[in-house]
């Protein structure tokens, strides 16, 4: 009977040590290892698209407009490394929220307006 016992009550410390792992810890983790990171792509991406959406509205079918374009384009490029490590964050338990924290920390770090970072993400420019 004590067998039993202990190797329930050993059963259910394993089961703490994992829920505890997988919905603190993981997360945690997650965020100390990308978090800067993730602040830098972030930026990085943001200012690419400015760029864009600046480009797109000046695009006159010039050589020199169309070689701005590619760069543009190249720049953007960013965006898809972001996007990756911003579902690989995900995955690894880091909140939406916190990801969204992280993301206002690069407003306040880089000193950009909200509504220059919000400009670049409407879909009126379309």
């Not at 490590?85 to 000193?111: A, C, Y």
Request: proline share 1%.
């Amino acid at each position: 009977m004590r067998h039993i016992q202990f190797l329930i009550s050993l059963s259910v410390l394993i089961g703490l040590f994992v829920v505890i792992g997988q919905e603190y810890v993981r997360p945690w983790v997650a965020e100390r290892s990308y978090g800067e990171e993730y602040k830098r792509l972030a930026f990085a991406c943001d200012m690419a698209m400015h760029e864009e959406a600046a480009l797109r509205q000046k695009a006159d079918g010039t050589l020199a407009s169309r070689a701005l374009h590619l760069s543009a384009d190249v720049g953007m490029m960013i965006c898809h490394d972001y996007d990756k490590l911003r579902k690989k964050m995900l995955t690894n338990g880091v909140s939406e929220d916190r990801l969204s924290m992280l993301g206002l920390e690069v407003l306040e770090i880089e000193q950009i307006t909200v509504k220059q970072m919000v400009d670049a993400h409407r879909m009126d420019r379309f």
